[in-house]
T-cell receptor
Framework: DSGVTQTPKHLITATGQRVTLRCSPRSGDLSVYWYQQSLDQGLQFLIQYYNGEERAKGNILERFSAQQFPDLHSELNLSSLELGDSALYFC????????????FGDGTRLSIL | TQLLEQSPQFLSIQEGENLTVYCNSSSVFSSLQWYRQEPGEGPVLLVTVVTGGEVKKLKRLTFQFGDARKDSSLHITAAQPGDTGLYLCAGSNNYGQNFVFGPGTRLSVLP
């Protein structure tokens, strides 16, 4: 058990819809990372937050947004969903904002019909 | 843009065999990590290497960071079916930003 909790585990929705994925980091970790993993793209870094502030941005689409709340949990919002957004979305947490090992949750599997 | 390549992409071996998988880049990384991911689960951290030439051992797994901090290898001795999984390397720059993952090596150890 990594200590990182992601909900929901599975999400099925239709194109054009909007969903919110939630992540609770390990106790004491200030940094949260979001990743997308699909069969043909591997694990793609989306965005990082540290203590409530955005620290780094990767290949995150404009239709996607995230935030980290004062209690350090984070949410990833995906809107105007397309079939190609079907993937596993992982959250990871770390104690600091750089060069620290990341601990991953078990992911949310998003299926777009 | 920093990129990591991993080889081989797929590896299927018999229980008891030794194997080495590689992680390479043209960029220098301040640290490099190895993870193992099993189906339906998130990646689990195996090791972090930060010093060029560093060698770390974790039971039957030996990790090495290249002298120039551009590459790394993972050697498994006497592989077991429990070693089956996707092995990912990941690196970060000096600022710890934009953590980059390699595409992974999918290892299958047959009993």
């Amino acid at each position: 058990d990594s200590g990182v909790t992601q909900t929901p585990k599975h999400l099925i929705t239709a194109t054009g819809q909007r969903v919110t994925l939630r992540c609770s980091p390990r106790s004491g970790d200030l940094s949260v990372y979001w990743y997308q993993q699909s069969l043909d793209q591997g694990l793609q870094f989306l965005i990082q937050y540290y203590n409530g502030e955005e620290r780094a941005k990767g290949n995150i689409l404009e239709r996607f947004s995230a935030q980290q709340f004062p209690d350090l949990h984070s949410e990833l919002n995906l809107s105007s969903l397309e079939l190609g957004d079907s993937a596993l979305y992982f959250c990871a947490s770390a104690s600091e904002y750089s060069n620290q090992p990341q601990h991953f949750g078990d992911g949310t599997r998003l299926s777009i019909l | 843009t920093q990129l990591l390549e991993q080889s081989p992409q797929f590896l299927s071996i018999q229980e008891g065999e030794n194997l080495t998988v590689y992680c390479n880049s043209s960029s220098v990384f301040s640290s490099l990590q190895w993870y193992r991911q099993e189906p339906g689960e998130g990646p689990v951290l195996l090791v972090t290497v930060v010093t060029g030439g560093e060698v770390k051992k974790l039971k039957r797994l030996t990790f090495q960071f290249g002298d120039a901090r551009k590459d790394s290898s993972l050697h498994i001795t006497a592989a077991q079916p429990g070693d089956t999984g996707l092995y990912l390397c990941a690196g970060s720059n000096n600022y710890g930003q934009n953590f980059v993952f390699g595409p992974g090596t999918r290892l299958s150890v047959l009993p």
